[in-house]
């Protein structure tokens, strides 16, 4: 993984939602701003700029001179923490962000003839705020921008984009969705529930809250469910699946990590399937 440093912009006056602290509304049982923050945990050094509240993990706090000067103020805030060759650079409202979009744009940015990349929305729009940066030009487009103008509050983002040359990374269709309305909530909070999406997003909720970083096959698990309830009795679904856990746990205490849970899965579901054997054989 390229070395890089995180920026999120998490101090916009959330205008459209009523002035209700966005980086903390939940989607998913999850804050916005965590979600945003769970994309880049191998950053370096990951800065937020606004105001200071609870987050999933430690970061660097910071704010925009004036405070609510603005993306260019806030980037220039932020910026300034850091000290790797490359800047991700994100908005704290994208509940959809993924790890393989960050990937694709350290990707992309990694060219030597670029200043960075950013992502491109369905629509063909730019999205400066989903972004990663070379260090020294956006620096340098900053400190011109800021002299020439006489300082950077209240400037578009696109007189920073148009100064730099920058990859376009087409990524998934959610990649660059971003929360600016109430109804824009609703929506992630109804899409996260959908069947094909609602056991990841449960999981990774579980994961988060319990500080747990251990891969989970969800298919496995299901399996054996299915398994003890069928062949035993239904309340040993979840039991079986806790004793599971446990016992993967003790065994990942020498290293075992996601192949004690397989391994665990794995004789617990024969030990299954023979008691329901039992039990059809006269």
Partial sequence: MTAYDAIVLAGGAAKR?????????????RALLDRVLATCTDAATSVVVGGRRPTTRAVTW????????????????????????????LSADLPFLEESTVEALLAAAGQEDRDGALCVDQNGRDQPLVAVYRAEPLRRELALLATEHGGLAGLPLRLLTHELDLARVEAGPLASFDCDTWEDIAAARARIREHGNVLDEWITAVKNELGIELDVDTGVLLDLARDA?????????PLTTFL??????????GGGGPEAVAEAARKAAALALRWADEAETP
């Fill in 17 to 29: 939602l009523g002035g209700a602290d966005k980086p903390a509304v939940r989607v998913g049982g």
């Fill in 62 to 89: 910071t704010r925009e001179e004036p405070q609510g000067g603005g993306p260019l103020a806030a980037l220039d805030a932020g910026v300034r923490h850091t000290s790797a060759e490359r800047v991700l650079v």
């Fill in 229 to 237: 309830a069928h062949g035993v009795a239904r309340p040993a679904a």
């Fill in 244 to 253: 599971v856990g446990y016992a993967a746990a003790k065994a990942s205490n």
